[in-house]
């Protein structure tokens, strides 16, 4: 039997510090991103393309235009 692990939410602080590092290094753009299949999956599903992503990234919103 495979024991499970127990996973703890992060924080807000932990969430923002984050989201802030991945903003900084997608400015410089200093990164690689993988797509797993199962994010492709929920991209197409969403009607999410990769600049859509990347904005997320760099910027922290999505903005619809």
């Given at each position: 039997?495979?024991?499970r692990k127990t996973?703890?939410?992060?924080d807000s602080k932990a969430v923002?510090?984050?989201a802030k590092g991945c903003?900084?290094?997608?400015q410089?753009?200093?990164f690689?991103?993988?797509?797993t299949a199962h994010a492709r999956e929920q991209m197409e599903i969403r009607t999410i393309d990769q600049k859509h992503v990347?904005?997320?990234l760099e910027f922290g919103v999505w903005t619809i235009c």
């Open positions: 039997m495979t024991k996973v703890t939410p992060l923002e510090s984050i903003s900084q290094r997608a410089k753009g200093d690689t991103i993988i797509y990347l904005q997320v």
